[in-house]
Nanobody, 117 residues
Framework: QMQLVENGGGSVQTGGSLKLSCAVT????????LGWYRQAPGKEREFVAALPGFWCSGATVYADSVRDRFTISRAHAENILYLQMTILKPADTAIYYC????????WGRGTQVTVSS
């Protein structure tokens, strides 16, 4: 059974950085893209970034709002997904979720990121 556990959230000031991790337990395939989403208070969950599954090739994509500030990556042997976030803004405040297989796939429980001005 697939399990995803996020870590690395916290509180930072504007301009700060955080690195989120997501440990994935279970078998994935190359049709299972790995991704990060976020949900801010009072808003719907939105896409942040995604890349191909472990040991798979393909495109990496970012939401316009985070491109050039966030970097998604993965450690193949350890089955860990990362999200390096830099130049954080208050608008980045949200619960961040990792996902395997897109919106209809598997989800972690989320980790809170709070950016203060």
């Amino acid at each position: 059974q697939m399990q995803l556990v996020e870590n690395g959230g916290g509180s930072v000031q504007t301009g700060g950085s955080l690195k989120l991790s997501c440990a994935v337990t279970g078998r994935t395939t190359c049709t299972d893209r790995l991704g990060w989403y976020r949900q801010a208070p009072g808003k719907e969950r939105e896409f942040v970034a995604a890349l191909p599954g472990f040991w798979c090739s393909g495109a990496t994509v970012y939401a316009d709002s985070v491109r050039d500030r966030f970097t998604i990556s993965r450690a193949h042997a350890e089955n860990i997904l990362y999200l390096q976030m830099t130049i954080l803004k208050p608008a980045d405040t949200a619960i961040y979720y990792c996902s395997v297989g897109g919106p209809s796939g598997y989800w972690g429980r989320g980790t809170q990121v709070t950016v203060s001005s």
